[in-house]
């Protein structure tokens, strides 16, 4: 078991720490954490229980409490320019909006009449574009979903949420898994997680450069890969560095993919997000069965 704390490789990754913030553990008994967001409006983070189909709530002022159930086995999710949290879902095989009254609306499901794997993760672009994540993780077993055949070939999808329309923008992964922009949105980052029935999955983080229309992707190739476990979810924080997932902890990223330092954590990390009110320099960070946070020296992106 690593211990909790942080490690520093570069001499950089020093100005990010906080020496008087340690890492604190906010809540702990869940069966896989997944989907963390920051409502700066509700001054709340949502994430996912999801193989017990709930939306988790945690405030400073409150603790935790369900704020979703059932979630549709929601995976990651997001919110648009509008407050409204956008998700993927394992049991719709769809990304779906929650209303302001609460009503769920799907946006897509299918791609030229076939049905979606099971979309995984999900960023919005300021465009108000909705981008995900498909692989065939929550239908290849019935913990996280229910296994169901494969209709289409894992792949990176754009949507525009008012027409409906809905384009495939990359066939480059077997495992297609977290996604996010970098602060300027001229990057698109992409986790391959691989084809996990195969021994040796492959598994790196990948990059886009994004087209200046903000619709077309190219020059794809790999931009790191951690040291321990593989890259899941990513959070961007001002500077563009990414804050990646990993077998044990946290790993800090340059925007030249050069490993800064690591949080240490006992447990496999899923997801993570910037967050706290006013300023975004919180890190929240979900490791497979707890949930921990830790404040930083840098703030969370804010894109355009």
């Not at 476990?229 to 050069?258: F, K, Q, R």
Request: charged share 25%; hydrophobic share 35%; net charge negative.
């Amino acid at each position: 078991m690593s211990e909790i704390g942080f490690e520093t490789v570069d001499p950089r990754f020093d100005r990010y720490r906080l020496v008087n913030a340690p890492v604190e553990k906010l809540a702990e008994g869940f069966r896989w954490i997944e989907g963390l967001v920051w409502m700066g409006d509700w001054n709340c983070l949502l994430f996912q229980n999801l193989p017990r189909d709930r939306t988790m709530m945690w405030s400073e002022a409150s603790g935790l409490s369900v704020w979703r159930f059932p979630s549709d086995q929601a995976n990651g999710q997001a919110r648009d320019r509008e407050g409204r949290v956008i998700f993927c879902s394992n049991r719709l095989r769809a990304v779906a909006r929650v209303e302001h009254d609460g009503r769920v609306n799907v946006l897509a499901d299918r791609f030229e009449g076939r049905r979606l794997n099971s979309p995984n993760d999900i960023v919005v672009k300021s465009d108000g574009s909705i981008w995900f994540t498909d692989p065939v993780y929550g239908i290849s077993n019935d913990y996280e979903g229910t296994r169901q055949p494969s209709e289409t070939a894992p792949g990176v999808y754009r949507l525009e949420p008012e027409s409906g329309r809905l384009d495939l923008v990359s066939l480059d992964f077997s495992g297609p898994n977290g996604i996010a922009f970098s602060p300027d949105e001229r990057r698109l980052y992409v986790a391959e997680t691989g084809d996990q029935t195969q021994a040796s999955p492959t598994q790196v983080l990948r990059v886009f450069d994004v087209a200046e229309d903000g619709r077309a992707l190219s020059g794809l190739r790999d931009f790191a890969k951690v040291s321990s476990g593989y890259t899941d979810g990513m959070a961007i924080d001002e500077d563009g560095n990414i804050w990646s997932s990993a077998g044990d902890g946290v790993h800090c990223l340059s925007p030249e993919g050069e490993l800064l330092g690591r949080i240490r954590l006992p447990a496999t990390v899923s997801n993570l997000c910037f967050g706290g009110s006013p300023h975004l320099n919180r890190l929240f960070i979900g490791a497979s069965h707890t949930l921990y946070a830790v404040f930083l020296n840098r703030r969370g992106a804010r894109w355009p």
